[in-house]
């Protein structure tokens, strides 16, 4: 019995177990203040600019990726798990964002500026959506859902991104149109819009490039994001790059924060964007997670798989309340907070101050801030996927699996960003079923020198055969979509025996339940066996399994005399039953 006095004490732990900013922070070590402190400015100088740069892969204006962090910042700092993850508009998000609502807006505006304004209210919509998809697999505690995409179709689906990303931004970086289609279709059209190019705006976005790949390579604590951004801003102001060399820019940027409003849409075009919110929550929280539990793992302390989608699912419904973008864990941001010494989400939380500092203060100096530089962030913010080769080192590993990865590859660059991500999550089932209904079976024999022990004699074959007694083991669930295929396999076995077998024991201890097909497979396969005068025997037969087969039949077509608890006291039986039939000829 729980006292009064004993449940008002647990009521903090339960409330912080939701909230773990209050578990944390009272007992925060003080000494952590001046690195967190330092680090939140440091990447306060990679998130702004990286923010308004995804905000033009969603097609969205540059202030809605900054109404992302001030939503995304401080609700992970409340709610997440994760000292280091930072949770942010990320170039993979964006880029489903705007996949996923652009054939909406098609498919209602009916001219150009209704389709602006749709297309924002669609945007935000879909962001509530994936936060509502979040919060039921929260309340659902689905932490483990991460499973379905493996990491080859997670490998192969991101370089993709990476290369859809980096293609879409060519046009800002040459100013030219834009042209459509999907990522090979848009290179081509670029290629064929060069004779009309910019080239001014080519030298400010290739410079800006540089610069960011190269200042770091100088000094890796110059905060190069920040120096190309406001060095962009006071070249263009200076020299008028807009007026004198049409050279397009980001214009006036509203200042202050963000008004609440609830995002609206037709009740058809909500229930359209549940399943693309389904595909980036697989997607983003796939990432997010494996860059926490990595981060975790390097510094001692553990991740609340499950509290993790609550934390994912408040940051999204408040963004799209702010009328931002889709919040999920970044991989670049989380590496340069931690890198940048910070050892808590109080980091988060001073990022989260400085940018409210900018929207108040600073956005008008953001006007004058090429395109072409945005576009040079985006392309350097993706190009450690791109040319990081996963696939090719995954080829070294699987020669299988890595093809799964280039069916995702191929259909986000071939197709589209949510086409491709359908694929690989296709590819991943179709993966696990054709695995799991090819389990291993092992035939095992006798260890030579260690009494009472077997092993499989493929991979032993040193081990002694008992004769005439078939031992098998399989090495994995016993379940519909395999039961025919280690049926037939059993029988291939039997048949290669030499001398013919006398006894079958099936090694069970892999099997903890048995469904409905699985045991009519058995029943026959067992009726079979007795005809030949073949006798069956179970060894580790676990409680489920046994209580179900009493009540199928199963029980009585073994016999509970020839059920035993090791594979040993199985061969035994069988082979004191084989020398007494001998004796009796």
Do not use: C
Not at 510 to 529: G, H, N
Request: aromatic share 8%; hydrophobic share 55%; net charge negative.
């Amino acid at each position: 019995m729980t006292l009064p006095n004993q449940q008002s004490a647990n009521a903090p732990s339960r409330i912080a177990r939701y909230l773990p900013i209050l578990a944390w922070l009272p007992r925060y070590d003080r000494t952590w203040l001046r690195p967190d402190i330092i680090a939140g400015l440091t990447l306060w100088g990679l998130v702004v600019p990286e923010a308004m740069a995804y905000a033009g892969i969603a097609g969205l204006p540059p202030q809605a990726g900054l109404y992302t962090l001030l939503a995304s910042l401080l609700v992970y700092a409340l709610l997440g798990t994760s000292r280091h993850l930072v949770v942010q508009a990320t170039s993979a998000t964006a880029a489903l964002l705007a996949s996923s609502v652009a054939a909406a807006v098609v498919a209602t505006a009916t001219d150009t500026a209704a389709s602006a304004e749709t297309y924002q209210a669609y945007a935000a919509a879909f962001v509530l959506v994936t936060g509502l998809v979040f919060l039921v697999a929260g309340i659902a505690k689905l932490g483990f859902i991460t499973q379905f995409l493996s990491k080859p179709v997670m490998d192969g689906f991101v370089m993709g991104i990476a290369l859809f990303v980096a293609v879409g931004q060519l046009n800002k970086l040459f100013g030219v149109p834009k042209p459509e289609g999907n990522v090979v279709e848009k290179l081509l059209g670029i290629v064929a819009a060069l004779p009309e190019a910019n080239w001014a705006t080519f030298v400010v976005g290739a410079v800006a490039m540089a610069l960011l790949f190269l200042l770091p390579m100088w000094n890796k604590k110059i905060p190069a994001g920040l120096v190309v951004l406001f060095g962009a801003i006071a070249i263009s102001a200076v020299f008028d790059l807009e007026g004198r060399f049409g050279v397009e820019t980001v214009g006036a940027l509203p200042q202050g924060l963000p008004s609440l409003a609830l995002p609206v849409a037709p009740l058809p075009t909500l229930l359209a964007m549940i399943l693309p919110a389904i595909g980036v929550l697989l997607v983003a929280y796939s990432e997010a997670l494996g860059v926490a539990h990595e981060f975790a793992e390097k510094h001692g302390y553990e991740v609340d798989a499950n509290q993790e989608l609550n934390a994912h699912a408040v940051a999204n419904l408040t963004s799209a309340f702010f009328g931002g973008m889709l919040a999920a864990g970044s991989m670049s941001a989380s590496a340069v907070k931690e890198g940048a010494g910070a050892r808590s989400q109080v980091t988060n939380l001073v990022t989260w101050g400085a940018t409210i500092v900018t929207l108040l203060f600073l956005t008008p100096l953001f006007a004058p801030l090429p395109e072409a530089v945005l576009a040079a962030l985006i392309i350097h913010a993706v190009w450690h996927i791109i040319g990081s080769r996963k696939l090719q080192k995954l080829a070294h590993a699987s020669r299988v699996e890595v093809w799964f990865g280039v069916a995702a590859l191929a259909g986000v660059v071939l197709v589209d960003v949510l086409e491709g991500m359908i694929i690989g999550l296709v590819a991943s089932l179709i993966f696990v079923i054709y695995k799991s209904s090819r389990p291993h079976i092992a035939s095992l024999g006798r260890v030579p020198g260690v009494p009472g022990a077997y092993s499989d004699l493929t991979r032993h074959p040193e081990n002694i055969p008992v004769p005439g007694v078939l031992i098998v083991r399989l090495d994995s669930q016993l379940y519909f979509a395999n039961a025919l295929t280690v049926r037939d396999r059993v029988k291939a076995l039997l048949a290669a025996m030499t001398p013919p077998a006398h006894a079958v024991i099936f090694d069970a201890n892999a099997q903890d339940e048995i469904d409905v097909t699985s045991t009519d497979v058995l029943l026959r396969l067992f009726k079979e066996l007795h005809e030949q005068g073949i006798a069956v025997y179970v060894a580790h037969l676990h409680e489920p399994v046994l209580e179900h087969g009493r009540k199928t039949g199963l029980i009585d077509a073994i016999g509970e005399d020839h059920i035993f608890p090791t594979v040993d006291l199985a061969v035994r039986s069988a082979e004191k039953v084989d020398h007494l039939i001998s004796e009796a000829w």
